[in-house]
């Protein structure tokens, strides 16, 4: 079955930096597009970001765009973001996801979940 399984996250001041990595297993990843997402206590799930299967493109919501990189190693099953000058707003569960099409900041249209890394900024 399909598994993706998120780590890097952890609790860093403002202003610090975090790379997440998200290790896919059970699909052809290089046909699927991955993303980014994250989801703070008592709000949606948000889009962050997302990259297309070849990894030619990419997009970002506007909060982080900037400071946070998406990219992807298909030869290792990998995609990661890399983030920067983190803000105490980006406190939140991250998590990556996995859809066969084109990247749409839209959570219900994924088809395949991680189960999250938390990722704390302190002020």
């Known amino acids: 079955q399909v598994q993706l399984v998120e780590s890097g996250g952890g609790l860093v001041q403002a202003g610090d930096s975090l790379r997440l990595s998200c290790a896919a297993s059970?699909?052809?990843?290089?046909?699927?597009?991955m993303g980014w997402f994250r989801q703070a206590p008592g709000k949606e799930r948000e889009f962050v970001a997302g990259i297309s299967w070849t990894g030619g493109s990419t997009y970002y919501t506007d909060s982080v765009k900037g400071r946070f990189t998406i990219s992807r190693d298909n030869a290792k099953n990998t995609v990661y973001l890399q983030m920067n000058s983190l803000k105490p707003e980006d406190t939140a569960l991250y998590y990556c996801a996995a859809r066969k099409v084109a990247v749409t900041q839209i959570p219900s249209l994924w088809a395949y979940w991680g189960q999250g890394t938390q990722v704390t900024v302190s002020s």
């Open positions: 059970g699909l052809t990843f290089s046909s699927y597009a």
